[in-house]
């Protein structure tokens, strides 16, 4: 997964620094007044986030792989967690109601 994070961080300053260039050169325009950082910041997002998606497709499904297990033990702790707190909400309601308490 820090692979594939470092990698993602590679493409994005790697098109930050071209985006800068072409901005100062004068081929990309300028951003309005004081803004022309965040305007190189967010050109080169969106650069980035298509190189990304195609050219790191294998590492991604790599990373998706070693996540996966973790995700379903996960999420079965979590389903016999919810049972065992429907199972204790069942026995204190049905004691309620053994004493004649509204539930």
């Known amino acids: ?13 790697g098109c ?5 260039g072409l901005v100062y050169s004068g081929v990309v325009p300028r951003g309005l ?11 080169a997002l969106v650069i980035s986030a298509p190189i990304s998606f195609v ?11 070693k996540i996966a297990p973790k995700v379903d ?3 079965a702790n979590m389903q016999a967690n919810l049972k065992a707190n429907q199972s204790q909400e ?4 049905d ?4 004493q004649g308490q509204p539930s």
Request: hydrophobic share 55%.
């Open 1 to 13: 997964m820090l692979r594939y994070t470092l990698m993602r961080l590679g493409i994005f300053v």
């Open 55 to 65: 050219v790191l497709r294998g590492e991604r499904d790599r990373a998706a792989r």
């Open 90 to 93: 069942d026995v204190a309601d």
């Open 16 to 20: 930050l620094v071209v985006v800068w």
């Open 33 to 43: 007044g004081s803004s022309n950082g965040m305007w190189v910041v967010l050109l």
């Open 95 to 98: 004691a309620a109601r053994a």
């Open 73 to 75: 033990r996960m999420r």
